[in-house]
């Protein structure tokens, strides 16, 4: 579909002819026939340049998986979708060149062009004489039409400036497959995914009918991004064999010419349908949480004076992820910045919605914590007023109605939220958390591990969630298994692992939990986690076994 390009001037002399394109072994690069480079996914292009290093020899799993991952544990998949992007690149749909060799691994089997690159095209033996002048002419311009078409797509697309707002494009998906009903689910998947990152404004979105365009036609992802006027490319193909679908789509950051993100879906047909929504869901989810925290962390690394409203909320969402004092007061800075920029956007209100409820939770203020919720409550009213309709608005209001102790009014907004769109896994683990307060800690579990299959890159707020979650519900295991594939417990995690620890009959490793909690903050008390809780769990009996858990962990009371 698309292959990025930094233009070399390579030693062609240097290469392995493989069909229709060569491998350079100097750039280790894959060349089409001009001998500009093809993009693959760097783990792919990895395994290409070890079985091109190998060529003729089988290669076993367990050889990639000890030279190309270094023996980082990976699964059986991670190869077999280098495998299939390689045969793609290649379009060696009849895996001549990469030959798959049962229970033992894979062969690549150098093979010449079937065209010679850069030979000059030969001329039909024409007999003018017996040509009307009329049809020559029409034979002249229809090959400069050609020639003139290509050139035009390829080296002459307009280029458009980068909007405000991250940018994304969802290409046609190649398809694979055979019989009359070729393209018509790839294009179903294709259309359900813009169609559902249509629902995030945070992102700008670029319609079907731009997009499609390029189908089917070799277009280096650079010129696609700048005559869409995107940075972000989301890409895909597909194959059916039988009642089987395999189903890959990769996340390209076309600017830096990087794979952001990349998955293989391999389902069952028997109900296209839901096959359909489960993929174009799990891709949405994770695709625009990837978008949006990846601007967010370059908006950080930005000039603040040429930062938009949106941005500098995406800024402050990655401070708020923090969660310390520090990281909450830069969260506010930005999202006050963000309401300067613009006061008729919602972002800043939304931020600030949390910001005020971290210092009213957590005691990270000075004032009277009733001032927070106060300001908190303000914020949200604004970010709905101005934005009616924005999902995120809601989602703060009804974060603030948990504060309150309003439960009912809570998960009645997050569902107003998620009306709005369906796919905000953040959401979904907020109404969670008003769910587990309800005493429906097993509906709240069952969300959360919906959260989590939706959005495997999930952040890592959310298994503290799901980790809390699995402690009400008494799966304790499986909550210290959660907590543990956290990338960084924050300081106040450290009180819920606490009491996983208690709950598993493990009082050493509670003790070391509430111990890095006094690290952090050595006055926290018992009547710190009262204050937390005060008017949120509908059942006295669950906020007693916090804080009988927490006694017995040793936080002073």
Known sequence: MSGENPEKNLNLSETVPLGDFDFSLESKELLDASGQPIHLRRQSSEVLAYLVGRRGETVSKSEFFENVWAKTVVTDDSLSQCIADIRRALKDEGHRIVQTRPKKGYRLTPTPRRKTAGAEPVAPNIDHKRIPRFAL???IVTVIFSFGAFWTLNSSLPELPLPTKPSIAVLAFDDHSVGSDANYLSDAIAEGVIADLSRFPELFVIARNSSFSFRDTPTKVSMISKALGVRYLLEGSQQKSGERLRVTIQLIDAVEGQSLWSQVYNSDLSDVFSVQDEIVRKTVATVAQKVINFEGQKAIESDEAKLTALLLNLKARQHLFDFTPEGNEKARLANLAAVEADPRQPYGYVGLTFVHINKYRWGWTDQDPIMELN??????????EVAPDYYDGHSAMAYLHIQEGKLNESIA??????????????AMASLAEALTYSSRAEEAEDLMLRVVRLDPLHQDWIKWNLAWVQWHTKNCDEALQTMNAMSDIPPMAYRVLAIIQVCRGDTQKAQEAVGHLLEFDPEYTIADVRHNYAGKYTNASDLERVLNNLIEAGLPE
């Open 413 to 426: 907004r997050y569902q107003q939220a998620l009306s709005l769109n369906p796919n905000d896994t953040g």
């Open 375 to 384: 300001a908190a409550r303000e914020y949200a009213r604004n970010a709905v």
């Open 137 to 139: 002419a029409g034979l």
